[in-house]
């Protein structure tokens, strides 16, 4: 019986351990959902942002998609084009010209070879003009321009709308103009650019310097998901889980337990019955 009174006891002490370890993940999950909710409410007012600035970007109604005048290959211009601080020369609108008129499968080819350091070296630089890199980073600018000039309305591309901005892979700046609108893709975002490389350009920066980077033409801006993991609800999951299989284990304790119960009360029952039919 001494036994039996031990084995009992055990059994409870392991009911009251696996409340408790419930309430604790009870009260974590209860002190965590104000920091869930406040998460989940600065990503809803982020993608309000979002909605806000390619409002900002979005191009005008009531415009023509492509240029008016169909495009003529002359690699002849892109020959002429240098490193310099002048940008929408006739290579600049060549390409871009040339992006309307390009084919999907033209525009998603690229070399795999072509990257950072294969423009370091000068005097081969010229001939990379035109041709494609693949650029992946943070979109850290983007604005919406216009094509003005006597060179955009030679190609029949006045007014219409474009887009400039700036990559940063994590080592280098990349400088870009695109024709189609980025509608998924904002400041911050992590984006993938399949561009031509036109040129070294010379521009002043914010600071007020003269700064260079390299300058691509492409169609458009893939928006890359890279999910970033919610601390909070990350945490949730986990105590959820936690508490799910300490209930399972508590609901088999407590099974056990009036199982073990229901033996001790049949011992006892037939103990009683021997005692009688002795007597």
């Not at 002490?13 to 406040?38: D, E, N, R, T, W």
């Not at 070399?111 to 890199?133: A, Q, T, Y």
């Not at 920066?205 to 390299?214: D, E, F, Q």
Request: charged share 25%.
């Amino acid at each position: 019986m001494n036994q039996s009174g031990s084995l009992f006891q055990k059994e409870r002490k392991q009911i009251v351990i696996l409340l408790l370890l419930a309430l604790l993940c009870l009260g974590g999950m209860l002190y965590l959902s104000p920091f869930y909710k406040q998460n989940r409410m600065e990503v809803k007012k982020q993608e309000q942002r979002k909605t806000l600035v390619l409002e900002e970007l979005k191009p005008p109604s009531g415009l023509p998609k492509i240029p008016s005048i169909p495009f003529l290959e002359d690699n002849s211009i892109l020959e002429k084009t240098q490193d310099d601080p002048y940008l929408e020369t006739h290579g600049f609108f060549y390409l871009l010209h040339k992006v309307y008129f390009s084919t999907p499968k033209e525009l998603e080819s690229f070399d795999p070879k072509f990257h950072w350091l294969s423009l370091v070296n000068i005097e081969g630089r010229s001939s990379l003009r035109g041709k494609r890199m693949k650029i992946r980073g943070t979109l850290v600018d983007i604005k919406r321009k216009a094509f003005q000039g006597e060179i955009a309305t030679s190609r029949g591309m006045e007014s219409l709308p474009y887009w400039q901005g700036a990559i940063y892979d994590g080592d280098h700046l990349f400088l870009f103009a695109i024709t189609d609108f980025p509608e998924k893709c904002q400041q911050g975002d992590t984006v993938e650019l399949i561009g031509a490389f036109l040129k070294i350009w010379i521009y002043e920066s914010r600071k007020g310097v003269n700064s260079h980077a390299p300058f691509f033409i492409g169609k458009q801006l893939r928006f890359i998901v890279e999910k970033e993991p919610q601390g909070t609800e990350s945490m949730n999951y986990v105590l959820a889980i936690f508490l799910s299989i300490i209930l399972a284990l508590l609901a088999f304790n407590i099974y056990n337990e009036r199982k073990f119960q229901k033996s001790v009360k049949n011992k006892k029952n037939i103990f009683s019955f021997g005692q009688d039919q002795k007597a």
